[in-house]
Structure formats: C-alpha cells, structure tokens
C-alpha cells in the first residue's frame, strides 16, 4: 500500500480552518490564523478525513501525493 | 430559446426553496435568469459547478463594474458598491484579509465560546422571565450576534444597548427607520475609530489600530470601512441563520429528538442546517473580468454571475436525498459560506453562535414549541438574506 503524504499553502490559506475541524490531527493554525500541517505523512486511517479537508478547503491550499513535497 | 426566468423569487417557507426554483434547478446548472431591473445574469445552480467557477481567476467582485449584477435595490448604494473584502479582488483582497484571519480563525473563535455561552445564557434567562408566548427574533436571533461583535470589536459597555438597538432597527424596522439606523450606526463607528486610533482598547479594532493603522498600512477610512463590513456581514445572516434554524428543528421534531440523544452531534447538525436553510439564497454576486467557460456554456467578460447557495446545497447529484433534512448526514457540505478566497470570514463564529444557541434554548426549555403556524410568520428577503420578523414559541 502506497502511503499518502499531504503539504498546505500558507500563501493560499485563508484561514478557513475546515481542514482543522474535519482532522485536527493532520493539521493545526499557526498565530495567523494559517494552515500547518502536523503531520506530512498521512496515517492509513486519517487518509479519509485528509481527504475531505482538501476537498472542503476553499482556497485549495491542501495538496495530496504519494511523497513528501519538496520545500 | 426558452424566456430567462425571474431571479430571486420569494420564499412561502422560511427554510423551503420557492416552487419556481425548481424550473431553474432543471435548467441548470448553468442558465441565464432575469433580475429585478430587467437585466439577465448568468445563474450557476449546481454544487461542482459553483466550486469550479468561485475559484475561476477571471471571476471578479468589482461591484464598481458597469456589468456588475445587481439584484436588489438596496444594492444599488455606494455603500454596498464599495464594501471592505467583499467588494474587493486580489490583491488588495488579499491584504485586508490578511488583517483580519488571525482574529476569526478557528482557533481564536474558540477562545471565544466561554464569553459566548455567557451571553447567550443570559439572553436564555431573559427568555424564561419574559414567560410564553415569547418572540425569539428580539429577544434572541437579534441581538446575540450584535452583542458578540460588539464584545469582539472592542465597543464600550455603555453603548451596547445603543449598539443592539441600531442593529434591531437595521433588521426590522421600516424602510426609512432602516435607512436611520444605518447612518446613526456608520456616524457611530466612525466616531469609534477615531477614538481607538487616539486611545485603543484591547478589542479587535484596538488590536487593528495598533497592528496595522499605527504601522501605516491603513488609516482611519478604511478602519471604518473595515469594522463596517464586519458588522453588516456578522449581523443579519447569523441572526437569520439562528432564526430559522429553530423553526427548522421545531418543524422537524424527529430532527430534534436525534439531536437531544447526543449534544456530540450539534457540530453536524448546524452544518446540516446551514445547508438546508441557505440562509444566504445567493451567495457569490460576481462579474467576469475574462471570458469564462462552463458546463458547456461561454460566459463572456462583462456578464454578471449569480451563484444560487439554495439550489447547489441540494444539488441531487452530490447531495443523497437532497431536500431531506438529515442532521447526521455525512454529505452535509453546503455553500452557504461561499467557496473560495471570499469565502464568510466569520463562518467559524457564527457556527460557535448557532451551536451554542441551539444548545442553550433546547436544554433550558425542554417543552419549547412553535406559538404561531409557520405560514403565519412573515417573511422577509428574496434573493439575499433570508428572514423572518417573528418567532413566537411557548412551552
């Protein structure tokens, strides 16, 4: 099974914080108010809710691949 | 080619679609629709579609632009033409909201509850004295949102009663009444923001003052166009939300039940809710700065472009029984906040306002029902903010 690995924009962030609210676990605020994300790799049984976040995410700041983004 | 028809149309139920939107979800879910002037705007009526097109760069919310939609009359002012953030495309956009996420964004908003659950408990109290039959729009739905803004924003105690009654009578009073308020209120802040830029407090227009008026990066007429915003936008669509949302659940006694089962399941249900209700029937009001293709059809640069949160948020096919109120739905997702860079700055607090409302008024009075047949309660708003006058309950 391939692991999932998921990154956020802060430059595209607009402090939404659904992604926060569907998988506290994956991703937090920072002061600002932007996206961090806690853990870049995605345990199996968070992919689903990783997955609804960057899909409720408005601004598409949440990128989901099969390794870890560079930068 | 089939006649574009008449956009908005009035509600007969608070939380239902109007019967001729059903032609216009048919025709979706991309149609042209005529407006109260005369003019056509293209309509967006489906859920995937409106998230493609809120997030299109040549999509635009110049409201200065000739081609601007308007749908309203009361849109037509200088005011709503040149609002903070709404009126606004990147990048200035994109600075003023800067401004201000730090101070809406989850994890701030939740540092907010206890104080919010404070006010809303003594409003709760004041409903119990009052005794049945009670009308929830002033004693509640009215100025529970004012007086949370008024805490967040730093206004003085001894204007909060001044403050809630402007607000009220913006809401609910006649057209000339409305128009009075409305100025007492800008007078009101502008007055404010230039005593925050000489002394600022410790609230939200305290903090700007000092983060960002101080620094130079804004002055004291976008402060007041700032804080503007903030209010308008806090006021009457969580007030209405709140409103309706307790209509919706007394008419939906099964709902209710479910929800007084397990307090865990209100964070869904508020989203449910507010899918259901789209209190906001429209929730993006746009123009094309660049052409735009769509679900097949071309939208040209100029044209006005409606998004309709009534009808994508029951879109049947993203939605599994799309007209069925299901507060433990897992496909409860809506657009009733927008999508995109515009999307409701302040969703996480009016969720926070709903929650604890709904909590609040469903545990204190158990009995709670409906004083008056939904029909009977006017109604108010086509195509805007959707809102009722009343909401007599008794227990």
């Known amino acids: ?71 | 080619m089939t006649e574009a028809p008449p956009y908005p149309q009035k509600r007969t139920c608070p939380y239902e679609p109007p019967a001729g939107y059903r032609e216009i979800a048919e025709r979706g879910p991309v149609l042209k629709v005529t407006l109260f002037d005369g003019r056509e705007a293209w309509m967006v009526t489906g859920y995937r579609e409106s998230r493609e097109i809120l997030t299109h760069p040549n999509l635009s919310s110049q409201r200065t632009h000739p081609g601007f939609p308007i749908v309203a009359p009361r849109f037509r002012s200088q005011i709503a033409r040149t609002l903070a953030l709404i009126a606004m495309d990147p990048p200035v956009h994109d600075v003023y909201r800067r401004y201000l996420n730090p101070h809406f964004s989850l994890k701030s908003v939740r540092r907010m509850r206890p104080e919010v659950e404070r006010i809303v408990a003594g409003f709760v109290d004041r409903i119990v004295e009052h005794g049945p039959p009670a009308d929830l729009v002033p004693l509640l739905a009215v100025p529970l949102p004012s007086l949370v803004i008024c805490r967040h924003l730093g206004v003085p105690y001894e204007d909060h009663d001044f403050f809630q009654d402007a607000s009220g009578k913006v809401m609910l009073g006649t057209e000339e009444e409305s128009a009075t308020a409305a100025q007492d209120l800008f007078d009101y802040i502008d007055r404010l923001v230039a005593e925050q830029i000489k002394d600022p407090s410790d609230g939200l227009l305290g903090t700007l003052v000092r983060e960002r008026v101080v620094t130079g990066d804004i002055g004291h007429d976008e402060l007041v166009s700032i804080a503007l915003v903030l209010l308008i936008a806090a006021h009457e669509t969580t007030s209405s939300s709140l409103a309706l949302g307790v209509i919706t659940l007394l008419e939906h006694p099964e709902q209710l039940a479910l929800l007084r089962e397990d307090p865990e399941r209100l964070p869904g249900a508020v989203e449910e809710l507010l899918r259901y209700i789209a209190t906001t029937d429209l929730v993006a009001t746009r123009v094309a700065k660049g052409d735009i293709e769509i679900a097949g059809h071309l939208i040209r640069e100029g044209e006005g472009v409606l998004v309709s949160g009534t009808l994508a948020n029951r879109d049947a096919a993203v939605h599994e029984r799309a007209d069925e109120l299901d507060v433990l739905r897992e496909d409860s997702h809506h657009l009733t906040f927008g999508f995109g860079i515009h999307q409701c700055l302040g969703q996480n607090l009016a969720r926070m306002e709903l929650e604890v409302a709904f909590q609040e008024l469903f545990t204190r009075i158990p009995g709670i029902r409906l004083a008056a047949p939904v029909p009977e309660l006017p109604i108010l708003g086509a195509g805007t903010v959707q809102r009722v006058l009343r909401l007599p309950v008794a227990w």
């Not at chain 1, 998921?6 to 962030?13: M, T």
């Not at chain 1, 991703?27 to 806690?38: A, C, S």
């Open chain 1, 1 to 71: 099974m391939t692991a999932v690995w998921v990154s956020a924009d802060q430059e595209r962030c607009i402090s939404g914080g659904r992604c926060m609210a569907a998988t506290s676990e994956v991703f937090d605020q920072d002061e600002e108010g932007l996206v961090v994300v806690l853990t870049p790799q995605v345990a199996p049984e968070l992919e689903d809710r990783v997955r609804k976040a960057a899909y409720l995410c408005p601004s598409r700041a949440i990128r989901i691949g099969d390794g870890p983004t560079q930068g």
